[in-house]
């Protein structure tokens, strides 16, 4: 799956599991709902990275509610180098070479 | 990091949905209340995606208050497959805030489903609204019959454990006693809650799951353990001549059983009896070696044994060798002790550390694996520490027993005689120091040395 494609599912799912956590408590009304997800919907699809972080700021500011969305944009590079990250702590202690796995989560 | 920071920070979830939701049967919409409520309670995960999800929100028609309702209570999958409601239970067992609930969830989702195709349709019309009964007696029976499995394993593998305890209470296999000690917490914990209830204590809706699913599981075996506490007090000879009892009777049942699976939990019951006897002979052998020790060692017979001989009356100083020999003994047989001590909670952390290791390669995301290894990280920094003590132990044992092994070329100097030391060094550096191969090094060598 190509890096943009990723990205756009997980901000999907980010946006998505908030109006449905919103519904479930009630602090969202349906039609405030609908209309979130029609103007989210509207912005579809990214062209690419810049394009998302572009799109997602406006989205953010028209909906204050969202920034999340747009922090998550603005910090999916930092999340790709920390999952990078992760997978090779968890080589190191799949080998039980701790020192090894810490000193790479130390030197990132 | 937060892990926290993945996801957006939604308003608190509630605790039990479907007892809040409200179901105004006036918006509907031709489906009835109870239709709605088992609707609700029935939808499984269905495979939608995000994408198809916020498309569904933003369509909605007229009846969207109830469409929003429904699809509120639908667990929405990830884009790695992981259901949220499920995502969410794994971080909070990462945190270790994790409920029964959470566990058992996690355990449903990853224990795999049956994917028969009646089942599959069944689900996929349970989630359109539109199954018939057939559909949902399948579906119930699917769900009924994988709790009753899981639950019967979970029975059978405590019953299996139990049989296997040695006479101090321990399993031999770390991993097994990890799982044991999980059992015993949890079954503690549902007697509490038991005794709260009986109490007329209000129970949190969590706790009333939890003590609803411990009902099945322990509630039972509760009934059973009634009779076990009633034979706890037996003496340790009438325990062995009721093992030895039952062992013959049952031994008689079994070669004329014909039945396979009566024949099959007899020879299960032999086997566990036949462990709790070698179990308490050995736990006897045991008490009655290190009371040996002890008596000829530090005790009474010290005297008559070890210093009140004609030779050592003759020489002081093989009286104080004789004493510094015995106080570095006790040392040793401490130390040796604590190490024993130490080799048993290091074995309980590898096994915690390869637990974790194996729940780390089904983590469901990449920020839940990294909250797993920073989980697993102190565990391995608590070994090397153990490991450390366990050094600094070998070194002090070192110094006691280079000293021991002097004094006792001393005295074979001063005395000139076996017969004395050799007792000392079988009572001693063989008996009470057997619990450490490094000490019981000391001990051969020593031993090797006065017969030669």
């Known amino acids: 799956m190509d890096e943009l494609k990723q990205m756009t599912e997980k901000v999907e799912y980010m946006f998505l599991k908030q109006l449905v956590e919103g519904l479930k408590d009630g602090s969202l009304q349906p039609a405030q709902a609908q209309e979130y997800a029609r103007a989210f919907l509207k912005f579809e699809p990214f062209q690419n990275f810049e394009d998302a972080k572009a799109k997602m700021t406006t989205f953010a500011q028209q909906y204050p509610l969202f920034t999340t969305l747009q922090d998550y944009i603005n910090a999916y590079h930092y999340e790709q180098k920390v999952d990078s990250v992760i997978q090779k702590m968890q080589e190191y202690i799949g080998q039980d070479k701790v020192e090894e796995a810490i000193q790479v989560a130390q030197s990132e | ?452």
């Open chain 2, 1 to 452: 990091m937060d892990p926290s920071a993945e996801t957006p920070p939604g308003p608190p979830p509630r605790e039990i949905p479907s007892a809040e939701t409200p179901t105004p049967p006036e918006i509907i919409g031709g489906m009835s209340d109870a239709d709605y409520n088992a609707r609700l309670d029935e939808l499984v995960a269905s495979p939608t995606g995000a994408h198809a999800g916020i498309e569904y929100i933003a369509d909605m028609g007229d009846s969207y208050a109830v469409e929003a309702a429904v699809f509120a209570e639908t667990p929405v999958n990830a884009p790695d497959g992981i259901p949220d409601n499920v995502a969410q239970a794994q971080t909070r067992i990462a945190e270790g805030s994790a409920s029964q609930r959470d566990v058992d969830l996690v355990d449903n989702h990853f224990a795999g489903k049956n994917n028969a195709e009646g089942l599959a349709k069944a689900r996929e019309a349970l989630s359109k609204g539109n199954a018939t009964p057939e559909q949902r007696a399948l579906v119930a029976r699917d769900i009924a019959e994988r709790e009753a499995n899981a639950l019967s394993a979970k029975k059978a593998d405590f019953a299996e454990l139990q049989s296997r305890l040695r006479p101090d209470g321990t399993l031999e296999d770390p991993e097994d006693q990890v799982r044991y000690t999980q059992y015993v917490t949890e079954k503690t914990k549902w007697e509490d809650l038991s005794q709260r209830a009986q109490a007329g204590e209000t129970l949190s809706d969590d706790d009333k799951y939890t003590l609803a699913e411990g009902d099945k599981m322990w509630k039972e075996a509760s009934d059973d353990t009634s009779v076990d506490n009633e034979i706890v007090d037996e003496t340790e000879e009438a325990r062995l001549e009721r093992i030895q009892g039952e062992l013959s009777n049952d031994t008689d049942l079994m070669l004329q059983e014909k039945d396979p699976q009566k024949r099959a939990l007899l020879i299960d019951k032999i086997a566990a009896n036949q462990a709790e006897l070698n179990g308490i002979k050995q736990s006897k052998a045991d008490r009655e070696r290190d009371a040996k020790v002890i008596r000829e060692v530090f005790g009474g017979e010290r005297k008559g044994n070890l210093v009140n001989t004609e030779q050592s009356k003759r020489n002081e100083r093989v009286q104080q060798l004789l004493d510094q020999m015995l106080a570095d003994a006790a040392e040793l047989l401490m130390i040796s002790r604590q190490m024993e001590a130490v080799d048993k909670q290091r074995k309980a952390l590898v096994a915690k550390i390869n637990a974790e290791k194996k729940r780390l390669g089904h983590s469901a995301t990449p920020m839940d694996k990294f909250v797993q290894i920073q989980e697993v990280v102190p565990l391995y920094r608590q070994l090397s520490n153990l490991d450390d003590r366990v050094d600094a132990m070998k070194d002090a044992s070192y110094t006691f027993a280079d000293r021991y092994y002097s004094s006792i070329l001393e005295v074979r100097r001063r005395l000139k005689t076996r017969g004395l030391l050799m007792r000392v060094v079988e009572t001693v550096a063989l008996g009470s120091l057997r619990y450490s191969a490094d000490i019981q090094k000391y001990g051969r060598r020593a031993s090797r040395t006065l017969l030669g």
